[in-house]
């Protein structure tokens, strides 16, 4: 499975980006799909995360104003990302996993199979 990010950009604060996320040699079904991001001179840490029978998981800093959803039917996944800060600003990357995931487990890198690249959101203040 290939997963492609895309959708980063420069975008000033408040405003909005929708992240996608298209994978190809794979289905979406049934797997959860994970966002990370790291920021300049950081760890990369966990955003957002959904899967099947659960409702989404979003990490504090975020709730509220990310949204993860998919379109199984195109095989892509999303992250709306509206009141952008200046402290969203990352290389954002999505993620794969195939079969089943403890809640306790959703925002461990190490637990998914497939990344993508990677899409740099910059956010000017």
């Known amino acids: 499975v290939q997963l492609q990010a895309f959708g980063g950009g420069l975008v000033q604060v408040g405003g909005s980006l929708r992240l996608s996320c298209a994978a190809s040699?794979?289905?979406?079904?049934?797997?959860?799909m994970g966002w990370f991001r790291r920021a300049p001179g950081k760890e990369r840490e966990f955003v957002a995360a959904d899967w099947i029978g659960t409702n989404p998981v979003y990490v504090d800093f975020v709730k509220g104003r990310f949204t993860i959803f998919r379109d199984n039917a195109k095989n892509t996944g999303y992250l709306q990302m509206n009141s952008l800060k200046p402290e969203d600003t990352a290389v954002y990357y999505c993620?794969?996993?195939?079969?089943?995931?403890?809640?306790?487990?959703?925002?461990?890198?190490?637990?998914?199979?497939?990344w993508g690249q990677g899409t740099l959101v910059t956010v000017s203040s």
């Open positions: 040699g794979g289905t979406l079904r049934g797997s959860a």
């Open positions: 993620a794969l996993r195939y079969g089943s995931l403890s809640p306790r487990g959703i925002g461990n890198p190490g637990n998914y199979h497939y």
